[in-house]
């Protein structure tokens, strides 16, 4: 009877063992397709024709690299002309109305239609190159003021003391700016690696 009984225990254990290494090989594979899912999808998302020339021609304007200007837009709104933020940011560079109207008594362009990634893009580059020249060419520093405003990064640089140099993107306090600055970057590796793959 107890060698009976052990064998059934030993039994029940194979068979959760089994289970558990079958749930474990399941999970892995649900997971290997959404990751490679995202990653063709990312692959794939690229700017229409049509917005395509309108990155070249703003990047040649304000003399700033095409992709890190298409980088940004990837990051932002995933060429969405039509997206809008939670907090407002509109179009596919998430411009704030208030900072486009600024941009637009700066730089001369028009702020009326937002939407439009023929003002929208123009003015998000020019104001890229505005925070490129002011952190002289920082693009760490750079992207973080585009995503979380020039004061708070003013502040960082100064309470923290980073040098003009500064590339550690592993310190911006901010999680969401963090990511952003990190997500355009790797985009726009990418894209200089395709470019260079041709």
């Not at 709104?77 to 560079?93: C, N, R, T």
């Not at 362009?109 to 580059?125: E, F, H, K, Y």
């Not at 640089?157 to 999680?175: A, C, L, S, V």
Request: proline share 5%.
């Amino acid at each position: 009877m107890r060698i009976a009984l052990k064998r059934r225990k030993k039994e029940v254990q194979r068979h959760q063992g089994n289970t558990g290494a079958m749930v474990f090989t399941l999970l892995l594979a649900i997971f290997c397709v959404i990751f490679l899912f995202t990653v063709d999808n990312i692959k794939l998302l690229r700017p229409s024709e049509q917005v395509s020339h309108i990155i070249i021609q703003c990047a040649e304007e304000e003399n700033i690299s095409p992709s890190l200007l298409e980088a940004v837009i990837l990051t932002e709104s995933k060429f969405d002309e039509k997206a809008v933020s939670h907090v407002g940011a509109v179009g596919m560079m998430q411009l704030m109305p208030d900072t486009a109207h600024w941009i637009s008594e700066e730089s001369g362009l028009p702020s009326d239609n937002l939407a439009s990634p023929d003002q929208n893009i123009p003015l998000g580059a020019w104001y890229l190159n505005y925070l490129l020249k002011k952190y002289h060419n920082n693009e760490v520093f750079a992207l973080a003021a585009y995503n979380a405003g020039r004061g708070n990064v003013d502040e960082w640089i100064e309470k923290n003391k980073w040098p003009e140099g500064f590339t550690d993107m592993e310190k911006i306090p901010f999680p969401e700016t963090r990511e952003f600055v990190k997500s355009v970057v790797i985009a726009r590796d990418r894209l200089e690696a395709e470019k260079k793959g041709k």
